[in-house]
């Protein structure tokens, strides 16, 4: 068997996920990047996304928001704001509040507002970041 | 002699202030559980952040991040957590007792300082003693990641402005469930955070790590984040602290009710057998008038 590296993603309300796995992909402040076992000390910001790891034939995606990861001693650490499992993700609600931050986006643009565009360009990247990982089961 | 009935009234009146005073007690202890829960939940991310914020600033020099800028201290900003509802004994006035000693010492040596405000209660002690230049109010009950963003947000905005050269966070640190001590936490600048006690062995790995951006945009980022962290943890630990305390407060309250109710008795019986001896005694001086 291949060497695993262990994952953890740890957000306010406790940790998330706590296993062995071969691999985990992740939203990256440079574009996503992939950790096998063994990778070399790393430290990087992560952003709105969706993270997936695999087990053998197991595959797992969820959705976090942002925060940063580190590599070390073999073992890979999320410290996101939050993170939910793909197969949790309502993606009804998720579309329906991803056409209600469109709308604040498109009437914080014409009245430029600063704060609610930033506001509303946030909810309208995790609603995008919640149906992909939906998706992408 | 008090009047039989005026007793009985009070019997009951007691009775059911009793039974409310229990009832808070009961509802305390239960939202106590949950409070505590929640701060079980986030130890492990702050213990993750701590150590990562270590080997991050081990390298990193003060005055290197606008955020960590050691400036002449002219004026301080406090925060002062508390809770949103009273009834809890002294905790808050506690909190509040810290906060006015604090200003009278920094007003002392000639800083300016003002007030922020989590929480309605310590807003209404302090809003006639000092300034204060903002209050969260009405969000301690059921409040999320994002309301201490926004509180953090707010004092590094602050803070950057050079509106406060130096923060301070007050809170009723939860150490049990029968003591908590209310507690001033340096806040900004940015502490570099130096291994923590009984953790000598932490590896100084800096410099061997990849850092994706550059170290200094890591720091932009992480430093707002620790923020929030220091301001979440000080609400969480008063929320658990304020249903700590009125848990105490409330069970004294019962107490005492009871001794009230028994006392209350005592004089409610003795009122009664004497009424109960004049009766007896007019009727056997009725009696002996009749021989």
Redesign the interface.
Known sequence: MAQQIRL?V??????VVNEDVDIVNAP???GD?GVLANH??????IKIGSLTYEQGRKRVTLMVT???C?V?NNKI?F?V??AEFGSEIDVDRAMRAKERAEKRLAQALQHDETLNRTRAEASLKRAIARIKTAKSR | MPNLKEVKTKISGVKKTSQITKAMNMVAAARLRGAQE?ME??R??TA??NE?MS??SGGATTNQFPLMENRDVKSIELLVVTSDRGLCGSYNANIVKLALTKIKSYEKEGKQVSLVCVGKKGYQLLNKKAKVRKKYTDIMSSFQ?FNAREVATDLADNFLKGNSDKVEVLFGRFRSVASQVPTAVPFLPVQPVENIAGKENVKK?SG??????STE??MD??QP?YLNVIV?QAMLEVGASEHAARMTAMDNATNACKDIVSNLTVVYNKARQAAVTNELMDIVGGAEALK
Do not use: H, Q, R
């Open positions: 953890e740890v957000t306010p309300k406790g940790a990256g402040y440079g990047f070399a000390p790393f430290l990087s910001t942002g925060g940063f580190e070390s650490t410290l704001e939050s | 929640k939940a986030f492990p991310y993750k952040f990562t080997n991050l990641m790995i061997d790590y990849i850092y994706e951006p945009e890591i980022v992480l984040l979440y």
